[in-house]
C-alpha cells in the first residue's frame, strides 16, 4: 500500500529512506539446523530428574549477503518439563518456519513472528517459532548495524564501552544435602553473582534453605520447587515461606490434586499465595499459549519467568513484558540449561527496565566444559557482558565451528 511507503515533510515518497528499508530487508537464503548433544560437566540434579546431558539446535539464517544469525531450540527430548519436545520443533522448523521464511523478506523481525502466528500449525509449538524468530532478530542487528538489547529498547546499566551493555546474573544450584548446597553457594557467592536459585523438593527442603540463609544472610536467594509439592507438604512451605526468599518458583504439582482441591493449577496456585508471603513464581505451567490467558485471571500471581522460547521469540515477549509492566507483574529471565546463543537472548532482554532481579544467565562454564559461542558466554564477578569489541551487533557472537563439530549430532540444511 502507497501508505505504507516513507514519506518526506511534504507528503512525498521519500525515495532515500525507501532505498534504505530496502537495503536492511531480512531476505534469508539458507536456514541450517545444528543438533548438538553436549554432556553436563556434573550431572544435574532437579526434583524431576537428574540431567546428564542436553541435547538441542541451533539455528542458523544465512541472508542474500552471506550475513547469518543464530537462534537456540530450548525444548527438551522428552516431555518431562513441557509437552512440546525436540522431535517436534525439528519437524516444524524444517517443514513449515525455514520454507515460510525462505520464501519472503521481512522490514523487520517482528512481521516474521506475525507470520508464524499466522499459521496454526506453527503457532501450536511456540518453542520452535521462539529458535527461527530470534535469529531474524540477530541477523538483523548484523544488517542495522546496532547490538540486539538496542534493539528491544534495552538500558546499558554499569560500565559499558562501546556497544557493550552489562547486566548482573544469578545462578542455580542443584539438590544436595545441606552442606553440599552451602559450599556450592558460597562458590556462587565468591564467583560475584547477585542472586541465587536453590532446587528444592519436599523432606528436605527447609533444612536446606536454612542452612543456606544462616550462612548467607543478605544474598538474595529463590527457589525453584519444579511442581514438587501439593497442599499436604504446607509444614514444609510455611518452612520455606519463613526464609526470606525473594520468590518460590512453582511450588504445586498439577497431577497430584488433594481431595477437595481445585483441578485448576492457577487456582490452586493462587489459593496457596495467600497462605504465603513469599511470592509465588511461575514457569512450567506456563506450558501453551492459553495457559498464560488462564494464569493472567487470577491477580494474586505477580510473579513470572520468563523464556523467551516459551513465548515464541522476541517480539511475543516483549509484547508480554509491556503487559506486565503495565499490570505491576514482577518479571525476571529464566534459563533452559542452554548455550550462549539463548543465554545471550535473556541477558538482552534482561536490559530491559521493567526486568529488575538477576536472571538465570550464569555462565556457561558453570554446566558445559565449553561452550559453542565465539566469544565464550561468560558472567564475570556476576555480570554478563554484551557485545564485546569486534562483535558490537546482534546477539553479540558467532558459532565456535571446532567446538560445534565435537558435539554435532545432526545438521538439516534448508535452502530457497
Known amino acids: 500500500m502507497l501508505d505504507e511507503f516513507p514519506r518526506t515533510g511534504i507528503g512525498k515518497v521519500d525515495r532515500a529512506a525507501l532505498e534504505r528499508r530496502y537495503d536492511e530487508r531480512i531476505e534469508v537464503e539458507r536456514v541450517v539446523l545444528h543438533r548438538i548433544k553436549m554432556p553436563f560437566s556434573t550431572p544435574f540434579r532437579t526434583p524431576k530428574g537428574t540431567l546428564a546431558e542436553r541435547e538441542s539446535v541451533i539455528v542458523e539464517v544465512v541472508d542474500h549477503a552471506g550475513r547469518t544469525g543464530l537462534g537456540e531450540c530450548v525444548a527438551f527430548s522428552t516431555d518431562w518439563y513441557l509437552p512440546e519436545t525436540l522431535e517436534q520443533d525439528v519437524r516444524a522448523l524444517r517443514d513449515i518456519l525455514a520454507p515460510m521464511v525462505l520464501t519472503e523478506a521481512f522490514l523487520h523481525p517482528s512481521e516474521a513472528s506475525a507470520a508464524f502466528f499466522s499459521d496454526s ?74 542472586r541465587v536459585k536453590l532446587k528444592v523438593a519436599p523432606g528436605a527442603a527447609p533444612a536446606v534453605v536454612r542452612a543456606v540463609r544462616a550462612a548467607f544472610p543478605q544474598l538474595m536467594i529463590t527457589l525453584d520447587a519444579n511442581q514438587s509439592f501439593t497442599e499436604r507438604d504446607m509444614d514444609d512451605l510455611r518452612a520455606l515461606d519463613a526464609c526470606g526468599a525473594a520468590w518460590i518458583e512453582e511450588p504445586l504439582d498439577p497431577r497430584r490434586v488433594p481431595q477437595g482441591a481445585s483441578g485448576d493449577l492457577f487456582s490452586r496456585l493462587a489459593k496457596l499465595q495467600g497462605a504465603l508471603c513469599t511470592p509465588v513464581c511461575l514457569d512450567e505451567s506456563i506450558a501453551r499459549p492459553r495457559d498464560l490467558a488462564r494464569a493472567l485471571a487470577h491477580p494474586e500471581l505477580r510473579c513470572y519467568a520468563v523464556k523467551a522460547a516459551k513465548f515464541g521469540g522476541v517480539q511475543p515477549t516483549l509484547d508480554f513484558l509491556s503487559m506486565a509492566e503495565e499490570r505491576g507483574i514482577d518479571v525476571w529471565m529464566g534459563g533452559m540449561y542452554d548455550t550462549g546463543v539463548s543465554k545471550r537472548l535473556h541477558a538482552a ?13 550464569g555462565s556457561t562454564a558453570r554446566y558445559f566444559a565449553q561452550d559453542i559461542t565465539d566469544p565464550p558466554y561468560t558472567a564475570d564477578r556476576g555480570f554478563v557482558t554484551l557485545n564485546r569489541a569486534g562483535h558490537e551487533h546482534g546477539l553479540g557472537c558467532d558459532l565456535n565451528r571446532a567446538v560445534l563439530a565435537r558435539v554435532l549430532v545432526d545438521r538439516i540444511v534448508i535452502e530457497r
Open 121 to 194: 500449525r506453527a503457532a501450536a509449538l511456540p518453542m520452535a517459532c521462539g529458535a527461527l524468530e530470534p535469529a531474524l532478530w540477530d541477523l538483523y542487528g548484523k544488517i542495522v548495524k546496532r547490538p540486539l538489547w538496542q534493539l528491544v529498547g534495552g538500558t546499558a546499566r554499569g560500565s559499558v564501552a562501546g556497544g557493550s551493555a552489562s547486566v548482573p546474573a544469578g545462578a542455580v544450584v542443584g539438590l544436595g544435602s545441606p552442606s553440599e548446597t552451602v559450599a556450592a553457594v558460597r562458590r556462587c557467592a565468591e564467583a560475584g553473582y547477585r
Open 349 to 361: 532482554l534482561g536490559t530491559l527496565p521493567h526486568v529488575k532481579a538477576p536472571g538465570d544467565i
